[in-house]
Nanobody, 132 residues
Framework: EVQLVESGGGSVQAGGSLRLSCTTS????????IGWFRQAPGKEREKISA????????YYADSLQGRVTISGDSSKKTVLLQINNLQFDDAAIYYC?????????????????????????WGQGTQVTVSL
């Protein structure tokens, strides 16, 4: 069973930066994608970014392009999400999730073609709040 644990959330002043971490374990397939999502109260879950161990092409949602950077260790089992210039509407619970595959799977394919319901494993989430 794949397990994911997020950390790094907290309260940040508007305009500040935050680095979230997702530590994973338990992959049984050769290929996997780890993605970051967020959900604010009363809003739908939103895709943010993803990284794959199949290639070196991370995915970024258009709405956050330029403010977020995703990175991973060589195995892509620990994934970091750097968010800069935080705004009030960035406040949400941030989740990392994983999807495994028997064939190479790009981050872009996973994020654009797979609804979140098909992502097999989810972390418990980490809260991000943005203050004045």
């Amino acid at each position: 069973e794949v397990q994911l644990v997020e950390s790094g959330g907290g309260s940040v002043q508007a305009g500040g930066s935050l680095r979230l971490s997702c530590t994973t374990s338990g992959f049984t397939f050769d290929y996997y994608v780890i993605g970051w999502f967020r959900q604010a109260p009363g809003k739908e879950r939103e895709k943010i970014s993803a990284i794959s161990n199949s290639d070196n092409r991370p995915y970024y949602a258009d709405s956050l392009q330029g403010r977020v950077t995703i990175s991973g260790d060589s195995s892509k089992k620990t994934v970091l999400l750097q968010i800069n210039n935080l705004q009030f509407d960035d406040a949400a619970i941030y989740y990392c999730a994983a999807v495994q595959s028997v064939t190479p799977l790009s981050a872009s394919t996973a994020m654009t073609l797979m609804p979140s319901s098909l992502w097999q494993s989810w972390g418990q989430g980490t809260q991000v709040t943005v203050s004045l």
